[in-house]
């Protein structure tokens, strides 16, 4: 209730100025007769009432407070836009270290901001734009995507007044961090090299252990042997010992433990023996007749021998890119030594290779665009294998 006091000479025509002024649904809180004859009148309303008249006590000190709050606030405004646009000043040198050391995030919010600040018909901004779909349609995985646009945007390269620089700039990163090893057929060894080569079913792995061998036999002038693991699938042996015939190389069935100690021990004197394995589920559980003779057992194999030897993933670059990241890792147990991605020519992202490699640390060894034996397999450079995820893989051959 809001409360006002009048001072009236008499009691009936007072209420009427009273009601004149406050209307009539004020009451009479109560009358008091003072010391010079006059009646102080003291009246209440409803604060709902309608009446326009009836104004809150003098002594209300609130409108006061909401305007000192209001001078606060504007100043904590003022404040705020300040820091705001310092932070939008700094050149992106500034922001270098910390983008890159601390957390990926900074620098990229920094370019967004930018962005943000020259408007959508910015020439930079397309240029990011561009460069995203780029490397997101041709296979990169997005966490990777993002990682090289926040190196770009913390470089201290001025790619703002020209944007193109930006391309480079993530380029000349891919080549650095995408990894590479010789391929089996060049290297230079004074011991025997023992090569498993692994995968998932259909990736192309004994056609591959073909190439590499009529590769190291032909060009490489090695002396190659090969060992069939894979007795399980029906036609792998007769596939693989075709193959052999044709290109006039030793083979070796095994099924066991033994009978791998057996083959090496045959091949002694060979310079490099290629191992054919029979295709895994990566995830799921193998069949019993599957787990007879097991990657691992192979290893053990090797292992107790004291022969030199890696494993080799086939990865089929049409595989999903998570999927070929978390492969790469580890497939069936065992980490490899070095990747190899078949069946690019069937594959619109080349993009899936540079993100298994990276994301395991792991050199990519040969790649496979054909079914042919030999021709379909090479060992390219990063510089090549980077402008394939530019370019698209049949584009950048196209090229050549
Ligand atoms: N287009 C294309 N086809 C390929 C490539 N590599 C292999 N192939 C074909 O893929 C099919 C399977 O190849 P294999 O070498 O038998 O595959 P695998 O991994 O040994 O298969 P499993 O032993 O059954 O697990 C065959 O038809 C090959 O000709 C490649 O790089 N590109
Ligand atoms: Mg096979």
Redesign the pocket.
């Known amino acids: 209730m809001i409360t006002r006091t009048f001072h009236v000479s008499d009691l009936s025509q007072g209420l009427r100025t009273i009601k004149d002024q406050v209307g009539d649904d004020a009451i009479i809180l109560s009358t008091q007769r003072q010391d010079d004859g006059s009646l102080e009148v003291k009246v209440g309303l409803d604060p709902s009432s309608q009446s326009r008249e009836f104004e809150p006590e003098p002594q209300a000190k609130v409108p006061d407070e909401l305007a000192s709050l209001k001078a606060l606030v504007r100043e904590l405004k003022g404040q705020i836009q300040g820091l705001t646009h310092e932070v939008r000043q700094k050149p992106a040198a500034q922001f270098r270290s910390d983008a890159w050391a601390m957390d990926p995030m900074v620098g990229l919010r920094a370019a967004i901001a930018r962005i943000n600040d020259r408007g959508a018909d910015d020439s930079f901004g397309r240029s990011v734009g561009i460069l995203t779909q780029v490397l997101t349609v041709h296979g990169v995985h997005p966490s990777h995507v993002e990682q090289l646009l926040a190196y770009a945007f913390g470089s201290n390269v001025d790619w703002e007044s020209d944007p193109s620089k930006l391309h480079g700039i993530v380029r000349n990163f891919m080549e650095q961090h995408l990894l590479t090893t010789t391929p089996l057929w060049a290297t230079r060894s004074n011991h025997q090299e023992v090569a498993v080569v692994m ?1 998932a ?8 252990v073909a190439k590499i061998a009529a590769h190291a036999s032909r060009v490489g002038s090695k002396k190659v042997g090969i060992i069939c693991a ?1 007795t399980f ?1 029906i036609g ?1 042996a007769y ?1 693989i010992s075709t193959y052999a015939e044709l290109l006039d190389l030793p083979i070796q069935m095994v099924s066991s433990p033994d009978e791998l100690q057996r083959a090496l021990r045959k091949f002694k004197d060979l310079d490099l023996i290629l191992i ?1 394995t ?2 895994r589920n990566p995830w799921g559980k193998p069949s019993p007749d599957q787990n007879r003779f097991t990657l691992r057992d192979i290893e053990e194999v090797l292992d107790s021998m004291d022969v030199l030897s890696t494993f080799h993933l ?1 990865v089929a670059a049409s595989t999903r890119v998570e999927d070929a990241m978390d492969i790469a890792r580890s497939f069936d147990g065992i980490t490899p030594d070095g990747l190899i991605v ?5 594959s619109r992202a080349p993009g899936v290779l540079y993100s298994a490699a990276c994301a395991a640390q792991v050199p990519i060894s040969h790649v ?4 042919l034996v030999p021709e ?1 397999i090479q060992s390219p450079t990063p510089s090549e294998m980077v402008s394939w995820v530019f370019r698209g893989y049949a584009c950048a051959r196209e090229d050549k």
């Open positions: 995968g079913t259909g990736v192309g792995k004994t056609t591959t894979d699938r792998a596939q054919d029979m295709g086939c078949t069946k690019l020519d069937e496979c665009d054909g079914p379909h």
